[in-house]
């Protein structure tokens, strides 16, 4: 009956000596937090720095001012910054559109919940059974957010639900990267959607399923990176340098984690970014996915496509279609370069875009029987339209004309045209000129131009 009521006496005067617990009947506000007893980490409400007028407010653990490698881990453009590096997210897919919502343990079941209208539609945060004693949340030192059954002075009993088994795109030291064989659970992480969405993305860390000694990068399940085998703490492939980690196997549970010493960093981290990239505290890249451009584009993408006996490229315009697109459902979280991918293999697609410009995430597509319509009205989206390039007799070619391929491959044609200039993705203009010339993520070949083209025929 002591342990059940524990909880209830922290409030009775004693909260505030406990500012890294959440007690059973206490309600976190939008702009407080609870802070670890190292001081390292936060909990609470926040908004990706990238957004900070942004109405989507999430909740997760942070570190609080990291003051040395960390300083550089971001440049300004990137999601985070060195005030506060986001490591873990509690409602990552379901953002808080206002900055009304509470958190707090619901008494009928003893779960931690985000509030964010009165006591109306709860967002989970814990999902454990209801919960017979009282239970309290509390931030420990390592970052871990565990809800458990307290003793009488408010210390842990029993862990029912912690953090570290939920990780976002951050592995901290104690967390893992493996399967636990008892519940069929993974432990992987997995990257933004962009570098203002903390949506699940593409690309995972985790053990490589095939090779257990190892971890890997993947994309869409694709594996594009691995490790090399675990060598005296050590990786063969990835250069972490000062982190030490050790793989652990038994019939309960298989998986990788890792220690530093105060000595090496004070904050630690491991993070795969929305680009692929795997990152330490520096920011230094560990491993990314090679197999991917800047913008998320593999090469198998950027070859033409063939649909009934004819190739074709999906190549970027300013304008609009002629009638309404499929809009695919926001929870599949889905980039633009998703979105390229899925037209490119549906030979009835014609165009696409991403559904949300501001960060080029979500996807429409039109089918056959749509036409583009060209403008260069600021309002207008960029649109990638299906061009189908007209065939010409090699031998009609002017000698004097440069090749950029190699090995017969074919580089990405552009839409015919004299020598204009053509709005490049990211607000890029490239002027175009015969010959070849490098673009931000693809090189570009004009072969001819359209006057040329008519006054051959």
């Not at 953002?95 to 985000?114: M, V, W, Y």
Request: net charge neutral.
């Amino acid at each position: 009956m002591l342990v059940r009521f524990s909880c209830f006496l922290l409030l009775m005067g004693h909260s505030y000596s406990f500012p890294h617990k959440l007690p059973h009947g206490k309600v976190l506000k939008d702009g407080d937090e609870l802070v670890s007893a190292s001081g390292k980490f936060k909990f609470g409400h926040f908004t990706p720095s990238s957004t900070p007028y942004s109405s989507k407010r999430y909740v997760g653990v942070w570190y609080n001012k990291p003051t040395d490698r960390t300083k550089s881990l971001y440049n300004e453009d990137e999601v985070q910054s060195s005030s506060k590096v986001v490591l873990w997210i509690a409602n990552r897919n379901n953002p808080i559109l206002h900055k009304s919502s509470t958190l707090r343990i619901d008494s009928s079941d003893g779960n931690l919940k985000i509030f964010p209208n009165g006591d109306e539609n709860p967002v989970e945060i814990t999902s454990v059974g209801a919960v017979r004693n009282i239970t309290c949340v509390s931030l420990l030192k390592s970052g871990n957010l565990v809800l458990h059954v307290p003793y009488l002075n408010g210390s842990i009993n029993h862990v029912l639900w912690q953090s570290f088994d939920y990780p976002t795109d951050t592995l901290l030291p104690g967390m893992k990267l493996g399967i636990n064989f008892q519940t069929g659970h993974q432990w992987f992480l997995q990257s933004w959607l962009a570098y203002d969405s903390p949506d699940q993305g593409r690309f995972n860390v985790g053990m490589d399923p095939n090779v257990t000694s190892q971890l890997m990068v993947s994309c869409r399940g694709q594996v594009d990176q691995t490790s090399g085998d675990l060598v005296n703490g050590k990786f063969k492939s990835w250069d972490i340098i000062g982190y030490n980690f050790s793989y652990i196997s038994n019939k309960k549970e298989k998986y990788f984690t890792y220690s530093v010493s105060e000595d090496v960093t004070s904050f630690p981290m491991l993070q795969i970014d929305w680009h692929g990239s795997l990152r330490d505290d520096r920011g230094q890249s560990i491993a990314s996915c090679s197999m991917f451009d800047q913008y998320g584009v593999s090469d198998e993408y950027k070859r033409p496509r063939t649909c009934n006996a004819s190739n074709s490229y999906l190549v970027p315009k300013s304008g609009f279609m002629s009638g309404d697109g499929i809009k695919l459902r926001e929870s599949d979280n889905m980039t633009l370069a998703d979105c390229r991918q899925k037209c490119f293999k549906d030979c009835s697609c014609v165009a696409y875009a991403a559904a949300n410009r501001a960060n080029d995430t979500g996807c429409e597509i039109w089918s056959r029987g749509t036409e583009f319509k060209e403008s260069n009205d600021d309002n207008n989206s960029e649109i990638y339209v299906e061009f189908i390039p007209p065939v010409v007799d090699s031998q009609e070619r002017p000698s004097n004309r440069s090749s950029c391929s190699s090995s017969g491959d074919i580089v990405v044609f552009i839409e015919l045209c004299s020598k204009k200039k053509i709005q490049r993705t990211r607000g890029e203009v490239v002027a175009v000129t015969n010959g070849c010339f490098i673009g931000t993520s693809v090189m570009l070949l004009l072969l001819f131009s359209l006057e040329e083209t008519h006054s051959r025929r």
